[in-house]
């Protein structure tokens, strides 16, 4: 999607609000719940040296035991995807992936406190049920796949269910957290920006996935004849224009429409002002539109693996715009190394967007490679000649370790996205975890299981996630910003 912006405008903030928070997490790092004073946002540094150093987590180019991961940068700017792997998370079958795909000005940023912050959120909800359930004597845990037989018709059994409801809460919880976080974060400015999420989590033989926007998820699998591959789409584009959603926008007053030369990319308007013209429905962030139909609750499915079952593929709507699912299934399904699929899918779309499109900008791309099977390449020649490692880092000056990625991110000394009468503390040394004890639900919940039938969009979006800033005046939207 990339992060330019035709206009240079941006939103005004005032009000020095603050943020809150409990961590309590399981993850190696034990579990704990800390709580700091106020203090202001410079431990950014120790923050990503921290994250970092957690075994199994990957989330620069490189890969791992089961995965790889690659990202390159486009030609609007800055790279605004982020992507993260992090094995034996929570327990030591369980791996989550993650690809978040930043726009507007602050994009880059946003996907990757997102992606830092998500997994730990997803984390301390599910530790806290499980400390629920095991406090009430019923045993749910994720990290024992085989479940007691008792039945179910369909060869499912009651635990099965109960641990597909749990996930879902946890992850309706944790994109509702998430979402507010950033909202009171005095150092992000999600105003006008925002990320895509699609997260995924392999738990023995289930697949649980959690998304907002048009990032996809897709699956290669062997047909019934074990002779070929198939692609799978596991995800749902969530734009515009998808029947639910154009509904829920313009029920909030949001407008949608797309412009006339670009007739095949709908957008989300403000209902007094031509912008900002946000391509998709669902998006973290995007706080001047959040009023209108822009929501931040995911899609949540589960899927039972079988032993067709090969890969999975998450990647960020630079790779979908040119490349179709089956193209990247044979892509993965042919590379001479497991270690390099990632990349070569990125080498590929870059390819095609040279040739589809020439006088377009090519926009930044993110990909992540999940094989089930658990195994990768043996030789460690590959390792070294990409430079792939758990997160690639450097000292500045001061002597101090940053990641790479990270070092020409603007610091902001003072963005507040929204007006709010809440006082919170400042951001943790790592991230906000939900306050697990005080939720209780979700007010909003994911749409029927019919809307899963929807198949992606085609249509090839060549452009900025969104048009321009929105203009506003104190009559206008009083609620929204303070000029």
């Keep these: 999607m990339g992060g330019c912006i035709s206009t240079s405008a941006q939103s005004n903030f005032s009000n020095g609000q603050k943020d809150s928070s409990s961590f309590n997490s399981c993850m ?42 690659f990202t390159q940068q486009g030609r609007k700017g800055v790279n605004q995807d982020a992507m993260i792997v992090w094995e034996d998370f929570i327990s030591d079958d369980v791996t989550f992936c993650g690809v978040f795909d930043g726009h507007g000005p602050y994009g880059h940023i946003v996907s990757r406190k997102v992606r830092d912050a998500l997994p730990l959120k997803l984390s301390s909800f599910f530790n806290a049920y499980e400390s629920k359930q095991n406090g009430s004597g019923s045993a749910l845990c994720v990290g024992h796949p085989k479940k007691a037989e008792r039945g179910i018709d369909d060869g499912s059994t009651v635990e099965d269910d109960e641990v597909e409801l749990l996930w879902r809460e946890v992850f309706l919880k944790s994109y509702k957290e998430m979402d507010k976080e950033l909202r009171s974060h005095r150092h992000v400015d999600c105003f006008c920006s925002g990320s895509t999420a699609v997260t995924v989590l392999k738990q023995g033989s289930n697949l649980f996935m959690g998304y907002i926007g048009d990032s996809r998820a897709i699956m290669g699998s062997k047909d019934s004849n074990d002779d070929s591959m198939v692609a799978i789409q596991l995800t749902v584009d969530l734009k515009p224009d998808l029947p639910r959603e154009a509904e829920r926008i313009k029920r909030c007053k949001g407008r949608v429409f797309a412009l006339q030369d670009e007739p095949e990319v709908s957008r989300v308007w403000l209902p007094f002002d031509d912008a900002p013209g946000l391509a998709m429905a669902r998006a973290f962030g995007d706080f001047c539109l959040k009023e209108y139909g822009v929501i931040s609750v995911p899609e949540f499915s589960h899927r039972v693996l079988t032993d067709r079952d090969k890969f999975v593929v998450l990647a960020s709507d630079g790779i979908w715009d040119v490349l179709s699912n089956e193209e990247v299934v044979e892509i993965v399904s042919s590379v001479s ?147």
């Design 337 to 483: 190394t497991r270690s390099s699929a990632a990349k070569v899918i990125v080498e590929s779309a870059a390819r095609e967007w040279k040739s589809k499109y020439p006088t377009s900008k090519m926009d930044d791309c993110a990909v992540v490679c999940l094989f089930l099977d658990g195994k990768m390449d043996s030789e460690s020649s590959d390792c070294e000649e990409q430079g792939f490692s758990s997160a690639t880092l450097h000292s500045n000056h001061s002597g101090n370790v940053i990641e790479s990625e990270d070092v020409y991110e603007p610091y902001l000394q003072r963005n507040v996205t929204v007006r709010s009468t809440e006082e919170n503390d400042t951001y943790k040394h790592l991230v906000e975890a939900a306050a697990v004890a005080s939720e209780t639900g979700v007010k909003s919940s994911p749409g029927s299981c019919e809307d899963h039938n929807w198949s992606g969009l085609e249509g090839v979006t060549r452009v900025n996630s969104i048009v321009q800033l929105p203009r506003f005046t104190g009559e206008q939207s009083p609620n929204l910003i303070e000029l």
């Design 28 to 69: 190696g790092i034990g579990l704990c719940r800390l709580k700091r004073d106020c203090k202001p946002f410079d431990d950014h540094v120790s923050q990503a040296q921290y994250l970092s150093s957690i075994p199994n987590r990957i989330f620069t180019n490189g890969r791992s035991q089961t995965s790889c991961i």
